[in-house]
């Protein structure tokens, strides 16, 4: 993040990433051995869990936490989890999409100005773009909470400009929750953003203007293009977390916004209901799975981080 | 016509973005001044939320709220834990994947961003299936935290250490190398200071994933609170303005180290250049 920072004015600012180093890498065992502990960590604890999880999802769901469950290969427990459930699971993907959307356009417009226009300040933008994330999650939410209450200058404001109707109200709402999501997710969208537009030479922006090029064709035609590692790496960073979180719909919606991440968390650890919350649990990933692929795809780039 | 909608469109561009970027950020700072300004704040009642009056009683008596002081230390505990552990496993594979050359390279490059393109509810809940499955259903509690900590962090340190390897200049550790330092000594001397503000900004962002984290913990934690999970238990029933004092101690910690080694950066890149 830090390495593309300075750069001498002349050289060439559009190279692609820095070609790995001439010196072929040493091929030995020392390499092994080093990868050794952490991939252990990893498939111990994230692969063998995603196994687990699967096995959950095929328990009869007659047993509970307490007696133990017996493995019955119940695949009516995904029956149950769509029939029960579709609702949160589409309204999830429905605000991950749209809080995705307006975090682009947001975060496009303060990673171009970081990249492009902030001159000697771009070092303190960046750090103030990260800044925020330090204070806690929940915190920054609770406040968010406090800002959008029924008797609070933005709903007042809101109310006197006729947006809002004078029983209107923000909490409790999809915006609230969507307004929540494009919040706490905005910075995991600056920061891929900035990245990629960082590496654009200004000169290419330039000479598509010296081909009279209009600024808005010349950003069509030029920037978003080159652009488009960091607006996939970006969205994808953003949707992924966006639609598994719980806890703005949980601070500032009602059940009415419940999504899928308070359905899983509350058969898990209130209605003890493993089999099905695993059953919802698999699905989410799967279908993230295959959006992601999809996407990928679609957007031509293969590389991600 | 062309000439006035060209200058413009030029005028638009170079202030309206930089207005507009401003704007944004503007907007992600907004909590943090009520984060501040609340933790002056001497509230009437424990459910209406207004800034009532000017007090320092929160500042005064942080741990006043029963249970705060406790989870906030527990948290600061397992952060440190997983940052320790998740650093030295995080920089081991960092190292291997720039320097070093394998069989199965994709598939660790595919398991390392894994973990970060997994909603957290996923994770976290595989996680609980296993340890319900290993039978330490009812032993969760710290120890099963630090371990999900530990796994969750580990990917942001490989990536962040990456990036400081790739874009390391192999000619100074030649350069050791030609002047006759031993591996080891060229390690110590020539690349693990040059690799260390990865190292450190990978170990800063470890802490506040850690520290920061709900929705895995949440799961994990048996009867253990965090500080996180603290204050979810009392957005229910209201929450103590000290919450505020502790959102606005960490922003401003955080804010110190983050300034300290920019500048520290700035200085030797200066050394660097001559």
């Known amino acids: ?305 | 016509m062309n000439g006035p909608l060209q200058r413009l469109g030029r005028w638009v561009g170079s202030h309206l973005v930089l207005a507009g970027g401003l704007l944004v950020l503007l907007y992600m700072f907004v909590p943090i001044f009520v984060v501040v300004l609340m933790s002056f704040n001497d509230p009437d009642s424990r459910l209406i939320y207004r800034f009532d009056g000017f007090t320092l009683k929160n500042w005064a008596d942080p741990c006043a709220p029963d249970g705060m002081c406790g989870a906030l230390s527990r948290s600061i505990q397992i952060g440190l834990l997983a940052t320790v552990v998740a650093t030295l496993l995080g920089t081991l594979m960092a190292f291997a994947l720039v320097r070093h050359r394998f069989h199965g390279r994709s598939a660790a490059n595919l398991g390392i961003f894994l973990p970060m393109a997994s909603p957290e509810i996923v994770m976290g809940s595989s996680l609980l299936a296993l340890f319900v499955a290993a039978g330490f259903g009812g032993r969760l509690g710290f120890w099963t935290i630090l371990i999900a900590h530990i796994m969750f962090c580990l990917s942001f340190v490989v990536v962040t250490v990456r990036a400081r390897l790739a874009g390391l200049d192999d000619n100074l550790e030649q350069a050791a190398m030609d002047l006759y330092a031993t591996e080891v000594q060229t390690f110590r001397r020539v690349t693990l200071p040059l690799v260390f503000p990865g190292i450190l900004g990978a170990a800063l962002l470890s802490f506040s994933l850690s520290f920061d984290d709900f929705i895995i913990t949440n799961l994990n934690a048996g009867n253990t609170t965090t500080f996180p999970m603290y204050v979810w238990g009392v957005a229910q029933r209201g929450v103590p303005m000290q919450v505020n004092v502790v959102g606005t101690v960490m922003f401003l910690v955080s804010v110190v180290i983050v300034v300290a080694v920019e500048v520290r950066r700035r200085r030797q890149e200066r050394v660097l250049a001559g």
């Open chain 1, 1 to 305: 993040m830090t390495a593309t920072a300075t750069r001498p004015a002349g050289s060439s600012a559009a190279a692609p990433e820095p070609a790995p180093p001439a010196k072929p890498p040493r091929r030995n065992l020392t390499g092994y051995w080093l990868l050794l502990p952490g991939a252990l960590w990893l498939a111990v604890f994230f692969v063998v869990p995603f196994y687990s999880l699967l096995a959950t999802s095929l328990y009869d769901p007659g047993g509970s936490v307490l007696e133990g469950y017996d493995m019955s290969w119940a695949f009516g427990n995904y029956v149950t989890a769509v029939q029960e459930y579709w609702r949160p699971l589409v309204r999830s993907l429905w605000y991950g999409a749209v809080a995705t959307a307006i975090c682009l356009v947001l975060g496009y417009v303060l990673a171009y100005a970081i990249a492009f226009k902030a001159g000697r300040w771009k070092n303190l933008m960046l750090i103030l773009v990260i800044a925020p994330f330090f204070t806690s999650f929940l915190v920054r939410t609770l406040s968010w909470k406090l800002l959008l209450r029924d008797d609070g200058f933005v709903v007042d404001t809101l109310q006197f400009l006729h947006v809002l109707g004078a029983d209107g109200r923000l909490l409790a709402t999809p915006v609230a929750v969507i307004a929540g999501l494009v919040y706490n997710f905005l910075p995991f969208m600056v920061l891929p953003l900035y990245a990629s537009i960082d590496k654009i030479d200004p000169r290419l922006v330039e000479a598509a203007g010296d081909l009279y090029a209009r600024p808005f064709v010349g950003f069509f035609k030029v920037t978003w293009p080159l652009s488009l590692p960091g607006v996939v790496s970006g969205t994808l960073l953003t949707f992924i977390p966006a639609v598994g979180d719980y806890i703005n719909a949980q601070l500032l919606g009602s059940p009415g916004q419940r999504m899928i991440g308070n359905v899983i968390q509350n058969l898990f650890t209130d209605a003890g209901d493993y089999p099905v919350a695993g059953a919802l649990s698999v699905m989410l990933m799967l279908l993230i799975l295959v959006l992601v692929l999809v996407y990928v795809r679609r957007a031509g780039t293969e590389e991600l981080l």
